[in-house]
T-cell receptor
Framework: EAQVTQNPRYLITVTGKKLTVTCSQN?????MSWYRQDPGLGLRQIYY???????DKGDVPEGYKVSRKEKRNFPLILESPSPNQTSLYFC????????????????FGPGTRLTVL | DQQVKQNSPSLSVQEGRISILNCDYT??????FLWYKKYPAEGPTFLIS?????DKNEDGRFTVFLNKSAKHLSLHIVPSQPGDSAVYFC?????????FGTGTSLTVIP
């Protein structure tokens, strides 16, 4: 089954304790991205990756890191989490990130609800 | 600053009638627009898209209209069904970045 998986689905942690949220897709997609969803703000893009070893900042990258060492995986790293990073996080992937004629619709994972105390 | 705006947080429609969801954007560089549907406890799922070279795209019960001069797009669902009850997000892209609206919660009343 074609899917995007995220782990963990729920996480409660404390300020300053490094954490990683994993994301994996099995569709051989080139483009992967991380978003956070907050009430009244919708979905905001944190980082995206056009392909292996190619990553770039989205709209709200502060406090986050990513890496893309393999095509299928795109982990989100919070080196020193703070309470303002409490949010619902989504990973997404698409065949291509660009190309208005190619259909760059993204497939989303189920989400990771993170609480930082 | 929100570049994509959905000014109606919620919408209720009778089953069988038309649902119209609206979205406005500010960046004239956006050239591709998408609508996603989201059920609780799930990730968004792609619904329909439109490129800036078109002004209308249809897929079954769903039609997206784009008015570039007004920087406005809308999603029409005809006829509306109870299973359409969800939060709908519009999104726009310029280059490789995507910008989402805040969502409209649609309730279709049986």
């Amino acid at each position: 089954e074609a899917q995007v998986t995220q782990n963990p689905r729920y996480l409660i942690t404390v300020t300053g304790k490094k954490l990683t949220v994993t994301c994996s897709q099995n569709m051989n997609h080139e483009y992967m991205s991380w978003y956070r969803q907050d009430p009244g703000l919708g979905l905001r893009q944190i980082y995206y990756s056009m392909n292996v070893e190619v990553t770039d900042k989205g709209d709200v990258p502060e406090g986050y890191k990513v890496s893309r060492k393999e095509k299928r995986n795109f982990p989100l790293i919070l080196e020193s989490p703070s309470p303002n990073q409490t949010s619902l996080y989504f990973c997404a992937s698409s065949l291509y990130g660009r190309g208005i004629f190619l259909g760059n619709e993204q497939f989303f994972g189920p989400g990771t609800r993170l609480t930082v105390l | 600053d929100q570049q994509v705006k959905q000014n109606s947080p919620s919408l209720s429609v009778q089953e069988g009638r038309i649902s119209i969801l609206n979205c406005d954007y500010t960046n004239s560089m956006f050239d591709y627009f998408l609508w996603y549907k989201k059920y609780p406890a799930e990730g968004p799922t792609f619904l329909i898209s439109i490129s800036s070279i078109k002004d209308k795209n249809e897929d079954g019960r769903f039609t997206v209209f784009l008015n570039k001069s007004a920087k406005h797009l809308s999603l029409h669902i005809v006829p509306s069904q109870p299973g359409d009850s969800a939060v709908y997000f519009c999104a726009a892209s310029a280059g490789n970045q995507f910008y989402f609206g805040t969502g409209t919660s649609l309730t279709v009343i049986p």
